[in-house]
């Protein structure tokens, strides 16, 4: 049975191209697409997979796109269980302008899930992670599914006794009351969370203490982009410095973030050391084009670059 078990409640089938320019009422002549499985839980139940790691992925899926999503994670070799569902899963198109290094990414809504389908997620999910140890809930929540769906997912690992860790935003992270191991929101995130602005290091640490004091969480990490990572906890904080390499796409990157935070838990990395993982693939991540993600030399080495 796998170590991590993902949930992606919003799973997408990932387009990638490229162009000289993106121009209004123009024809935009595209380089030839890449196609990847995507979404916040495949994500990381990928790169725990290309670092070395046992991962397997929960998502619903429907249509002819959640067709081509499975077809991908097979031949990917990526375990997975799909839940089916009526409506079509969602694809997103990330198309990155050659002129000017910028990139254009284009998300479409996701499926309307009844309430018989989010049950059955749940249901799938427990049954999968019956003898996991981290089950990771990350991505967006889709439209029926209601804002208190991930603390339900934590019930299910609490109820496993199973660490959950998580990776969300808006209304499904202000409905979270308790049962996270360990939270990664953006600072963005934690600004709208909070309803803070948040300007100085020490206001943000005094926010996360507040939320841990709540019983929320026990670790949260906050990314802060070009700034590094915070990571606080209820008897510490630190201040962990960025990994500076050369930007091509950000495209899951957090989720890159978030895989290699839980492998290296599961590995018995301490804490610091896990965290210096996942900024070290999420860092290799924004190096590849696309939506491709880390690849693992390009973790290792920066990895052992950032000790």
Not at 3 to 10: C, E, G, H, P, R
Not at 76 to 102: K, L
Request: glycine share 12%.
């Amino acid at each position: 049975m796998p170590d991590i078990v993902t949930l992606t409640m919003n799973p997408a089938l990932d387009i990638a191209t490229s162009a000289e320019a993106v121009v209004p009422t123009d024809k935009v002549r595209c380089s030839p697409p890449r196609h990847d499985p995507g979404g916040g839980g495949i994500n990381v139940a990928r790169v725990v997979r290309t670092l070395g790691g046992d991962a397997l992925a929960v998502y619903p899926a429907g249509g002819p796109a959640g067709l081509a999503l499975e077809t991908l994670l097979e031949r990917d070799g990526a375990p997975h269980r799909r839940i089916p569902i009526f409506g079509p899963t969602r694809e997103s198109f990330t198309v990155d302008e050659r002129r000017s290094g910028q990139q254009y990414r284009f998300v479409l809504p996701g499926p309307v899930l009844s309430e018989a389908e989010h049950k059955a997620c749940l249901d799938g999910l427990a049954e999968a992670a019956s003898d996991a140890r981290f089950i990771v809930a990350s991505g967006s929540l889709p439209s029926g599914v209601g804002a208190d769906f991930y603390q339900k997912a934590a019930d299910v690992a609490k109820g496993l006794g199973i660490r959950f860790v998580l990776d969300t935003s808006g209304e499904a992270l202000r409905h979270m009351r308790s049962g996270v191991h360990l939270l990664k929101p953006s600072i963005r995130e934690l600004r709208e969370w909070t309803g803070s602005e948040l300007r100085s290091e020490a206001q943000q640490i005094e926010a996360v203490r507040q939320l841990i004091g709540r019983g929320i969480c026990e670790i949260i990490v906050i990314s802060l982009g070009a700034e590094g990572a915070l990571l606080v906890t209820e008897e510490m904080h630190e201040r962990l410095a960025p990994i500076e390499v050369p930007v091509r796409s950000a495209v899951g990157a957090g989720d890159s973030m978030v895989a290699a935070i839980t492998y290296g838990l599961a590995r018995g990395l301490d804490l610091r050391n896990a965290i210096r993982l996942g900024m070290a693939a999420g860092a290799a991540t924004v190096m590849t084009p696309g939506t491709e993600l880390c690849r693992r030399e390009d973790v290792e080495r920066l990895y052992g670059a950032s000790l």
